[in-house]
């Protein structure tokens, strides 16, 4: 099984949340979408222990089951369609995670979050 993950599950694994360090043993390939490096990078300019985030951040990104996931043409599509469905049905998400569920759709993955505006998307597959 392959699976992305957003900001809240990477804050979740690292605030010792032992149910998503549990699941994050399952998957065989976990892939951090480049919106999430950015939200979390983001937030380690603004926090105080920056410096101690983001090389925990890098020892993560160099597990052999993580790869950073990145957008294409073909990602802009799959965000338009979703966009486009989001808005007829009058339920918009944050656009940074309409970008993280346009690439689980490309890249045929699971998603692994927490938040519940991703419900909206049933097509979306989830873990």
Request: aromatic share 12%; charged share 25%.
């Amino acid at each position: 099984m392959r699976i992305a993950i957003d900001t809240n599950l990477y804050r979740d694994f690292f605030s010792a949340d032992s149910e998503v360090q549990k699941q994050l043993r399952v998957p065989e390939l976990i892939y951090v979408p480049f919106v999430t490096l950015a939200e979390l990078r983001a937030g380690f300019l603004c926090g105080s222990r920056g410096r101690e985030n983001e090389h925990r951040l890098e020892q993560f990104l160099s597990t052999p089951r993580v790869r950073t996931l990145h957008q294409t043409d073909r990602t802009s599509r799959f965000y338009a369609q979703l966009y486009y469905q989001l808005r007829s049905l009058g339920t918009p998400i944050p656009t940074n995670d309409l970008w993280i569920a346009s690439l689980v759709m490309e890249n045929d993955i699971y998603l692994y979050s927490g938040d519940q505006h991703f419900d909206c998307l049933p097509q979306l597959p989830r873990f």
